[in-house]
């Protein structure tokens, strides 16, 4: 019984030993500033407080004195004799206040309180952090190889408290060491001067095609801050897998064109060189990826080839057509034809595909080419042919003239509107214009354009007696005429002064006869019926007389009345 319960006091005891310590607080200082220790967690000073006294372990885990503060005084008495006497100070909130912290002030330190009859001791551990310097990568590597583990870099976080954890990113991912493809080798130094510690960790890194301007950080996490190294990229060597050939032509090529080939290899670096295979003729190329052919010809097409200097079965290939027109036309130039002759036109082209050809005559369009088997004046005209192809234009011309001696088509006669003139019409053709001429004296001549070799001459005569008039077309090569009979207009039945006015007076007089027949009509009509209202009036007698006695006066009425003239 005696021996448990001995038992049991140890172990209350040790208990209470861990509470007590488990429980002590701690706080964080930062290094080279003021710490700030509480005393009591801050809280407020006891009612009756007599004095404050703080103590600190030494590092012999014996307890020294720092200074004591009577309540009623102003100032506290410093009792340390060691460094901390000119760096310890008290707050008015009891805080103990050492200036400077170093790593040396990592420790636990006892605030004790006394007021009246009670002791009070909080003690509180202090931690002194300091960041470390900006994370750098440092020994870079001056480039990757593909495939190969290589020394990226090395990365330092230097004068830390506690130390800095130094891990690698690529593209902001974490890289994880797994020995083989990725190793990664840290140290830490501890100056021993400050204490204060310097992480270093180095990055062996396998190298892919992918990595080409990927960006790689160092990253020092620590409790007082995370900081990230500037990233960094680097260059990758990766061998050629692929040669690929271009055209750098944009439009379609044609002959006299430059054409420049331009190889590119997808290794890096890039080749400084290539073989570029003109047909059967192995051109090597150095400090350049291109090769001009100056002025192609129809000859040059074909297929190209560049590769590697080093490794000509890395290779790519490229077809050239060239494209090229020849087109020869026939007739050219001014073509002086007959009327009624044949002209043969043969339009003849050679070129790398098909051709589009189209004709105009005198700017308008044609459907086809033309056929002349007959020539008739109308064909006469510029003729175009153009043919393309591929962005190539040809054109080529003939200015046809189809001549020929005039001849009178029509030579015709009409009655003017008013019927007193004949309006003579002659119609030629032939090719230079014809000239027209009349064997009377016309008037209101009047000529019709000249075009495809027809013109219309027109005047106007008054045959007075029977005329025989005569029409002569000539030009250059030749004339023709012909001969119309015109019977005479019927002037003598017409005065002197002309037909139109006769004619005119002779309507007048017309309508007046008209008109002054209708106004008599009406008036006998009027004076009939004055009469027979008077005479019924009167008795029926006198009608039946007037029937009987009047009637060969009525029938003078009448004849009056259907008399035009007065
Ligand atoms: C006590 O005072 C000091 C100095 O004025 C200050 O830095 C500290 O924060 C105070 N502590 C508390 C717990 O209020
Ligand atoms: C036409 O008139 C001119 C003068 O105006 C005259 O000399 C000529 O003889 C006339 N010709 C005919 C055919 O009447
Ligand atoms: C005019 O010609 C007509 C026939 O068209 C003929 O009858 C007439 O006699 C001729 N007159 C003269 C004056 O010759």
């Given amino acids: ?11 209350i005891t040790a208990v209470m030993f861990m509470q007590a310590h488990s429980s002590i607080p701690t706080i964080v200082g930062l290094y080279g500033e003021t710490i700030a220790v509480p005393c009591n967690n801050g809280e407020a000073q006891p009612d009756g407080l007599m004095f404050t006294k703080w103590k600190y372990m030494k590092d012999d885990n014996t307890a020294g004195d720092l200074l004591v503060k009577q309540a009623h005084k102003e100032e506290a008495t410093i009792q340390a004799s060691d460094g901390y006497r000119d760096r310890v100070s008290i707050a008015p909130n009891s805080s103990l206040l050492i200036a400077k912290g170093t790593l040396e002030d990592q420790r636990l ?14 003690p509180v551990q202090v931690a002194v952090h300091k960041r470390p310097s900006p994370p750098q990568i440092k020994d870079k590597a001056q480039e990757l190889e593909n495939g190969k583990l290589t020394t990226l870099g090395s990365c330092l976080a230097s004068d830390a408290n506690p130390v800095a954890v130094l891990s690698w990113t690529k593209d902001g991912q974490t890289l994880v060491a797994d020995d083989k493809t990725i190793k ?3 140290d830490v130094t501890t100056d021993p001067t400050t204490g204060l510690s310097t992480a270093s960790s180095t ?17 020092a996490t620590h409790p007082l801050e995370v900081q990230e190294s500037a990233p960094e990229t680097f260059t990758v060597h990766y061998p050629t897998e692929k040669v690929s050939l271009q055209v750098i032509n944009k439009d379609a090529i044609k002959e006299g064109d430059d054409v420049t080939l331009k190889c590119h290899a997808d ?3 890039p080749p400084t060189g290539f073989n570029f295979y003109l047909k059967d003729q192995k051109v090597p190329v150095l400090n350049d990826d291109t090769y001009t052919l100056q002025g192609v010809t129809r000859t040059s097409g074909g297929e190209y080839k560049c590769s590697l200097l080093d490794d000509e079965s890395k290779h790519d290939t490229q077809s050239i057509i060239v494209h090229f027109l020849d087109l020869s036309v026939s007739p050219s130039g001014k073509v002086l034809k007959n ?3 044949t002209l043969v036109v043969t339009a003849e082209t050679n070129a790398s595909v098909d051709v589009q050809v189209s004709w105009t005559k005198d700017n308008q369009k044609l459907m086809k080419q033309p056929v002349f088997t007959k020539l ?50 002659c119609e030629a053709e032939g090719s230079p214009e014809p000239s027209v001429q ?8 009047k000529r019709s354009l000249y075009s495809n070799g027809k013109v219309t001459h027109k005047i106007t005569v008054v045959p007075s007696k029977n005329l025989t008039v005569l029409c002569t077309v000539t030009n250059s090569l030749g004339d023709d005429s012909r001969a119309i009979f015109l019977p005479s207009v019927n002037v003598e039945t017409h005065t002197e002064e002309g037909t139109d006015r006769s004619n005119g007076n002779d309507q007048a007089k017309l309508i007046v006869g008209i008109v002054v027949g209708l106004i008599l009509a009406a008036a006998i009509v009027g004076l009939i019926y004055w009469l027979y209202m008077k005479n019924s009036r009167q008795g029926s007698w006198k009608t039946r007389e007037k029937e009987m006695g009047t009637s060969e006066e009525e029938k003078k009425l009448e004849e009056n009345n259907h008399k035009p003239d007065v």
């Fill in 1 to 11: 019984m005696g021996s448990s319960s001995y038992l049991l006091r140890v172990f």
């Fill in 109 to 122: 330190f006892t605030c004790m309180q006394v007021w009246g009859s009670n002791v009070k001791e909080y």
């Fill in 184 to 186: 990664i080798t840290e």
């Fill in 203 to 219: 990055l062996d890194y396998t190298a892919g095609k992918g990595d080409v301007g990927s960006q790689f950080s160092c990253v």
């Fill in 267 to 269: 290794g890096n670096p």
């Fill in 339 to 341: 009327f009624g002759d």
């Fill in 376 to 425: 008739i004046y109308a064909d006469a005209g510029l003729y175009v042919v153009e043919a393309s192809v591929a962005g190539i234009k040809q054109n080529h011309s003939f200015e046809l003239d189809v001549q020929g001696k005039p001849s009178i088509k029509d030579l015709t006669e009409e009655t003017s509107f008013d019927g007193n003139s004949k309006v003579l019409s």
């Fill in 438 to 445: 009349w064997s009377v004296n016309g008037t209101n001549e």
